[in-house]
């Protein structure tokens, strides 16, 4: 893929956003769509710099460095004199409709992890907790932004409007991804740890050299902060000043492995050493998430380069299906974070505002559990795929080696047809 073609691509979608797909901003109540800007992006010689927040941090009486924060655990509002102003247009619609978006993820995370449980899928990688740093970020996306997620954006991939039903087929085997990228800007979901930094910031780069206007946003975890891949992806990004935002949700645990164990300062705070601002919400108050990405997002669609932020928020469940936690992870500290829990939080707002009624709740928890029932069946009609689709897409004009494999393989499949019939 060439940087002109990506970027004239992405420049297309921005003009035509007629092939919106799924549940993405056309639904009434999913909400805190992004208009685009009209103006242009400004080059990087000309970018006005902006008051960058520093990277050095306030400490918290606990010595932990702050976090901006717009909704306490308990669901009181706190002002912020940073970041009020990026969702000050927010309405009660709007709070319903985010408050509506993490439930119905964690509903469809849930049945996903039920039906591994159930031997439908081969694997899950669950969201639990990690539902406020997705949706609020994931709102934040203007349309013809590009994601590069992981492989546990699930919030996410539901902002973009990538059908739910969608994230499974790979989980089940049956297919290699299962959506098109660019039918709603969202990458297929990345393995190999920390790559998608280093594909987001070339992205970047490219649509920047087209001029269009559009940011990048890459995901990634605590974990695959101390990948190569992500301190080059750093250093490219700044000097190029490339329009990308590292969306870094630092949920405790890279599988097995504590933060205390990928790095010594915290993790915003890296930034600073490539010349970026860096900075650190907390991941489980959706506002927030929501106003820092939006300031973010506005910087580098702004021509002033990237951003970090951490989303300082934690893995509830296991890190997958073939994971079990209680081997390395204290019942005590999952417990210490429930009393911290993203949707929790927002509900107590609702309530205490008079933003949500009885009505909404009950409504929402029929519609979630129609959507578990539509996955459910989803899943289980998924056909299994050809055998011999692995060697499709391998090489664009085919290579010999995959003949030669595919030849393989295909005498290995008769072999068993001989078997049965012996
Ligand atoms: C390059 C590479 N190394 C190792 C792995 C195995 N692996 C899969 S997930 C994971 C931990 C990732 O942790 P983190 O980045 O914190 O993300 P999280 O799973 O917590 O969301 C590792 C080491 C991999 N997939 N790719
Ligand atoms: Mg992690």
């Known amino acids: 893929m060439t940087v002109e073609s990506t970027a004239a691509r992405t420049t297309r979608r921005s003009a035509d956003t007629t092939g919106n797909t799924a549940g993405k901003r056309t639904t009434a109540k999913s909400t805190t769509a992004e208009k685009p800007a009209a103006s242009a992006r400004k080059s990087a010689a000309t970018a006005k710099k902006a008051p960058v927040k520093k990277a050095t941090a306030k400490k918290s009486p606990n010595g932990e460095p702050e976090l901006v924060q717009l909704l306490t655990p308990e669901g009181k509002r706190v002002k912020d004199a940073a970041y009020d102003k990026y969702v000050a247009g927010i309405t009660p619609e709007d709070l319903r409709g985010l ?35 997705q949706i609020g970020s994931g709102r934040a996306t203007r349309e013809d932004d590009y994601v590069f997620p992981t492989y546990r954006e699930h919030g996410v991939a539901w902002c973009r409007g990538v059908d739910p039903t969608n994230l499974l087929g790979m989980f089940r085997g049956v297919n290699n991804g299962g959506w098109d990228p660019n039918g709603n800007n969202f990458h297929l979901y990345t393995i190999v740890i920390g790559s998608q930094t280093l594909h987001a910031t070339g992205y970047a780069m490219g649509i920047a050299k087209d001029g269009a206007d559009s940011a990048v946003i890459a995901y990634f975890g605590d974990g695959a902060s101390s990948q190569g891949d992500v301190a080059e992806s750093f250093t490219f990004s700044a000097v190029y000043n490339a329009p990308v935002v590292f969306f870094c949700q630092n949920n405790q645990w890279a599988i097995s492995e504590p933060t205390e164990k990928q790095t010594r300062v915290p993790l915003y705070q890296r930034a600073q050493g490539y010349g970026f601002p860096g900075v650190r919400v907390d991941g489980n108050d959706v506002l927030a998430c929501l106003a ?3 300031w973010a997002l506005e910087r580098a669609r702004g021509g002033e380069g990237p951003t970090l932020v951490e989303a300082y928020t934690y893995r509830m469940g296991a890190h997958t299906t073939s994971d079990d936690p209680s081997k390395y992870r204290a019942d005590e500290e999952r417990e210490a974070w429930e009393a911290k829990d993203p949707i ?52 664009a004009d085919g290579h010999a080696l995959v003949d030669e494999e595919r030849a393989q393989f295909a005498a290995y499949q008769a072999s068993f047809a001989e078997g049965e019939g012996a």
Request: glycine share 6%; aromatic share 10%.
């Open 99 to 133: 408050y509506r978006d993490m439930v119905l993820t964690r509903r469809f995370d849930a049945e996903a992890t039920s039906l591994q449980r159930q031997g439908e899928l081969g694997l899950w990688a669950s969201l639990l907790g990690q539902e406020a740093a």
């Open 292 to 294: 820092v990405t939006r």
């Open 344 to 395: 929790l939080r927002l509900r107590r707002y609702l309530e205490a505002s008079n933003h949500a009624d009885e009505g909404f709740f009950a409504e929402l928890e029929a519609e979630s559990e129609a959507l578990g029932k539509r996955v459910r069946e989803a899943v289980r009609a998924m056909p299994d795929p050809d055998h011999f689709a692995i060697f499709e897409n391998v090489y």
